[in-house]
């Protein structure tokens, strides 16, 4: 098991800029593939960006991507969200997870979850 804690959540006007940050303990960070979700205000969560277990390959959402960047520091056992050009409609609580498996968007692949942290974007 892993405990994930995030951090950089804020409130920003419309086509700011907020990076994320998601620190990693416990078990190997290396070892996981990790997710960022999403729950936005009435509706169910959702798949933002996931990462593999060496940051050499990435996945994002249709509606994120070219504005959304997911890393990882293995070093420094933090997994990285940075949001440019932000709209009203990213609006929601950010999740980190980490998944044993492959790269995937699938949110039942991950199985250790963070409490994660407001994202408020205004018009």
């Known amino acids: 098991q892993v405990h994930l804690v995030e951090s950089g959540g804020g409130l920003v006007q419309a086509g700011g800029s907020l990076r994320l940050s998601c620190a990693a303990s416990?078990?190997?960070?290396?070892?996981?593939?990790m997710g960022w979700f999403r729950r936005a205000p009435g509706k169910d969560r959702e798949f933002v960006a996931a990462?593999?277990?060496?940051?050499?390959?990435?996945h994002y959402a249709d509606s994120v991507k070219g504005r959304f960047s997911i890393s990882r520091d293995n070093a420094k056992n933090t997994l990285y969200l940075q949001m440019n050009s932000l709209k009203p409609g990213d609006t929601a609580v950010y999740y980190c997870?980490?998944?044993?498996?492959?790269?995937?968007?699938?949110?039942?692949?991950?199985?250790?979850w963070g409490q994660g942290t407001q994202v408020t974007v205004s018009s």
């Open positions: 997870a980490a998944s044993n498996g492959p790269l995937s968007d699938y949110i039942d692949e991950y199985i250790d």
């Open positions: 416990g078990r190997t960070f290396s070892t996981y593939t």
């Open positions: 990462i593999n277990r060496s940051g050499a390959a990435t």
